[in-house]
């Protein structure tokens, strides 16, 4: 299995070695030259299969051979043994037809644990091989970095640094970063929005000096193994409400696009998946594009959903490097128009590519707390802001095909929002106990400027040499 770059010059690489490398070096994102395709009895003999057999099937084909199937299914193992549900990501009903995939029950509370803590063991795995220290650096809307903390918390061979955008993420997210003590875990608050933080991410692995100093990794989803990792749920939540032998749509509360482009990618391996529905917050970028054919960027605004409000989504030139049949060029002039003049323009042949899978809906932040408590209401169910924002979008793609199950991701566990999800219902969703004490917690964090010279003359004085 190889992994080709979205923008076509950079080497050609294996699954670990894209791993570990992040961003290619032509400024794109590694894909997998082809996608391993599933038959129908292949998905048929998932069903009844505990969630890690699932995990190990679906991705042992992408690995090649850069992992023995025991190193595999003893990463596997270990990254889901501490979730907190037996079926790791359980399924409830809110409607007929409607469904709701659980995504929350891993050590941080949103569905980026079902992929971090699997990278993690890998990662660890790998650096165990070729004995190198690496130095993580991660940008965060809110839910990425505690994630990526817990999984590279107190390890020897790895520091973790995140961005996050000062004041933009909640409370609990916050102290979810700050508050762990260990000398490897860095928190820096960065002026700006998120795609001020991850334009510097970026910006750090095209300086190749830099990069190559410091031994620079990536664990948002630029890492293909992010996204492999969450194509493993789509297969659960179809086999069980009847796939192959029915189609199943799926509604992705969406900000950087991976989560629904690992949709997009179980469909290519043979899912019968009908549709993908993009589901924007008021930042609706995507759901804009998806509608009128533009990528236009006109502004972040902050939102009860903070985790989406995000406008340069890196895992869309995936999705338009699929839609404009692979050719990286077209990809590296679509997103040098976007970096010089804040938008391009989508071609006639690819919109029709996109629209064959993708359809797409926004809710603002006024129907964002009315779902959450209409869905409290009628349903009982206690939801976050950007579960909200996708159950208010799949209602209106479900009555426009109401024969074809919708599953909706359920992101986040509603504690991480609680003024929002208080604000909406009057109640306020109470921490799990291991987490109780987290505002009482000491919390560590650097303030920074968004300026490329200065993240990496603080990173290289912090990191352990
Ligand atoms: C809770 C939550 N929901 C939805 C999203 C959007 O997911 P993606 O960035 O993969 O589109 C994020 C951020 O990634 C998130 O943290
Ligand atoms: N919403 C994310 C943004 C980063 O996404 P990633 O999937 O690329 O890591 C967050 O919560 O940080």
Redesign the pocket.
């Known amino acids: 299995m190889r992994y080709i770059s979205t923008r076509g010059t950079a080497p050609v690489l294996t699954f670990s070695e894209a791993m570990m490398t992040g961003l290619a070096r032509d400024g794109g994102l590694y894909v997998p030259e082809t996608v391993p395709q599933f038959t129908p009895d292949e998905i048929a003999a998932l069903a009844g299969q505990s969630y890690e057999e699932v995990a190990y099937r679906v991705m042992r084909p992408f690995c090649g051979e850069s992992f023995s199937e025991e190193e595999l299914r003893g990463a596997i193992a270990r990254a889901y043994a501490g979730f907190g549900h037996a079926a790791r990501a359980p399924m409830v009903q809110l409607a007929p037809n409607h469904f709701l995939l659980e995504l929350f029950h891993g050590p941080t509370l949103?569905?980026?644990d079902f992929a971090m803590q699997v990278i993690g063991q890998l990662f660890q795995i790998a650096l165990a091989r070729d004995g190198k220290k690496i130095t993580i650096v991660g940008a965060t809307?809110?839910?990425?970095g505690s994630a990526a903390i817990e999984a590279f918390r107190g390890l020897d061979n790895v520091d973790v640094f995140i961005l996050f955008p000062h004041g933009r993420v909640s409370e609990v997210q916050r102290r979810q970063m700050t508050t762990p003590s260990e000398v490897n875990v860095h928190a820096l608050a960065l002026e700006g929005d998120f795609d001020d933080c991850q334009g510097k991410l970026k910006d750090m692995f095209n300086d190749f000096t830099f990069r190559d100093e410091v031994g620079l990794a990536g664990v948002n989803?630029i890492n293909f193994a992010r996204v492999l990792a969450q194509i493993v749920y789509y297969f659960t939540a179809a086999v069980a409400l009847g796939a192959p032998h029915r189609k199943i749509s799926f509604t992705?509360?969406?900000?950087?696009?991976?989560?629904?482009f690992a949709g997009f990618l179980a469909k290519e391996m043979g899912l019968p998946v009908e549709r993908l529905v993009i589901a924007t917050n008021q930042n609706d970028i995507l759901d804009r594009c998806i509608k009128q054919g533009a990528y236009a960027k006109r502004g972040v605004k902050p939102s009860i959903s903070p985790?989406?409000d995000?406008e340069v989504?890196s895992?869309f030139e995936r999705a338009l490097f699929w839609a404009y049949g692979k050719d990286g060029a077209a990809i590296t002039a679509l997103m040098g128009e976007l970096s010089e003049a804040g938008s391009f323009t989508v071609s006639e042949n690819a919109m029709a590519a996109l629209l064959q899978n993708y359809d797409s809906g926004s809710v603002d932040e006024a129907g964002t707390s009315g779902v959450i408590a209409r869905t409290l209401a009628e349903t009982g169910e206690l939801i976050?802001p950007?579960t909200a924002v996708g159950v208010g979008v799949a209602e209106a793609a479900l009555a426009r095909q109401p024969e074809v199950p919708m599953v909706t991701l359920s992101?986040?566990h509603p504690a991480k929002f609680p003024d929002a999800v208080e604000a909406a219902t009057g109640i306020r969703p109470p921490l799990p106990p291991r987490m109780a004490d987290l505002f009482d917690r000491p919390e560590r964090v650097t303030r920074v400027p968004n300026d490329l010279a200065a993240l990496e003359t603080l990173i290289r004085e912090r990191r352990r040499k």
Request: hydrophobic share 30%; charged share 10%; net charge negative.
């Open positions: 949103a569905f980026k809307s809110g839910d990425t989803s992705v509360p969406t900000g950087n696009f991976g989560d629904i985790s989406m995000i989504s895992n976050c950007h992101t986040a």
